[in-house]
Nanobody
Framework: QVQLVESGGGLVQAGGSLRLSCAAS????????MGWYRQGPGKQRELVAA???????NYADSVKGRFTISRDNAKNTVYLQMNSLKPEDTAVYYC????????????????WGQGTQVTVSS
């Protein structure tokens, strides 16, 4: 009923920038928090950044000052602007959203995108 589709990943040199997008679609009643996680080679999935429906954001220490999360509530879309990229940022990036669907208006569920690869070369 709900899909999250990411885009914007790719290969970039160290110091470069990428912008990830994640659009939610389907029978959506409302969206609460949205966020980005990543999983690097041989590593556990970790939170990169999250943003509330009101726009309050928090970041992992490793990306503070370099990454910016934002959202467009009218488009059910969350973005991640990544600047000054480092090789250690290489990972599959996943978006997530806490969504209420039309059919179940009193229940929140967490949905995940399929992931998009970000590779930063040195």
């Amino acid at each position: 009923q709900v899909q999250l589709v990411e885009s914007g990943g790719g290969l970039v040199q160290a110091g470069g920038s990428l912008r990830l997008s994640c659009a939610a679609s389907g029978s959506i009643f409302s969206i609460n928090g949205m966020g980005w996680y990543r999983q690097g080679p041989g590593k556990q999935r970790e939170l990169v950044a999250a943003i509330t429906s009101g726009g309050s954001a928090n970041y992992a220490d490793s990306v503070k000052g370099r990454f910016t999360i934002s959202r467009d509530n009218a488009k059910n879309t969350v973005y991640l602007q990544m600047n000054s990229l480092k090789p250690e940022d290489t990972a599959v990036y996943y978006c997530t959203a806490r969504i209420v669907v039309v059919a179940l208006p009193h229940r929140w569920d967490d949905y995940w995108g399929q992931g998009t690869q970000v590779t930063v070369s040195s």
